[in-house]
């Protein structure tokens, strides 16, 4: 199975992360990305149905790259340890809310649904629709169907203000969501779960049970 294979090449690359050790490796990598190519051309075909704003959209205009462009100093290792895309209307980089599915070993791989790197203009107009908003915003977070495939909802442990946003009161009620900077939810998946024959269903449903989420929070721009 692909998908085995490029599991297996992710914990290799892990143990070897070293461009020597790609460059001698560049047939494996290529193995390997042309499996998580077509588990995203999948994905894509069929959650299209589902948002239609992921529709004429191709595994190039939404797949991340492997190598860190942004490496910081102390970083040693050149490549990422998954491989992943990011599924939105006009591509992976796209200022606005989408899915992200990425592909990582020893339980690692992972669906999220939001925006985890908001804009500055995208955050602010999140939380003036969550300001305008709250009593739609709280069913949404809080929907069966959301939660069904997200258990933990949306993910307050990230990055936040400890003051009020500017122009916000400190006696919001919606203060403790209006001082977050990212707004997605996300889940984890195992190896087994990766490699299980329904994966790509499972992958889809979530995707289905984010849009009305991820809709909101699109609709603030």
């Known amino acids: 199975m692909e998908l085995e294979y490029l599991l297996n090449f992710l914990a290799r690359l892990a143990a070897n992360n070293t461009t020597a050790w790609m460059a001698e490796h560049r047939p494996d990598y290529q193995r390997a990305r042309t499996a998580c190519i ?28 492997l190598h860190k462009n942004d490496r910081a100093h102390r970083d040693p290792e050149p490549y990422k340890r998954r491989m992943g895309a990011g599924l939105k209307r006009d591509g992976r980089h796209a200022p606005r809310a989408g899915y992200f599915v990425a592909i990582q070993p020893e339980g690692r791989s992972w669906l999220g649904a939001g925006t985890f790197h908001p ?13 305008y908003s709250g009593d739609e915003f709280h069913r949404l977070r809080q929907a069966p169907a959301l939660l069904r495939y997200f258990p933990d909802g949306l993910d307050t442990t990230g990055p936040q203000l400890t003051r009020p946003p500017r122009g916000y009161a400190a006696t919001d009620p919606d203060l403790a969501w209006l ?24 992958v ?13 929070f699109n609709a603030a721009l």
Do not use: C, W
């Not at 804009?119 to 300001?131: D, G, K, N, S, V």
């Not at 449903?205 to 991820?214: E, M, N, Q, S, Y």
């Open 119 to 131: 804009t500055p203009e995208l955050l602010a107009a999140i939380r003036q629709e969550i300001h």
């Open 204 to 216: 889809v449903a979530g995707i289905a049970a984010a849009r009305p989420l991820v809709d909101f």
């Open 179 to 202: 001082r977050l900077k990212t707004f997605g939810v996300g889940r984890y998946y195992s190896d087994a779960e990766v490699l299980a024959p329904g994966f790509v269903d499972e």
């Open 38 to 65: 077509e588990l995203v051309k999948q994905v894509l075909a069929r959650a299209a149905a589902t948002d239609p704003d992921l529709a004429n959209l191709t595994p190039g205009d939404v797949m991340f790259r």
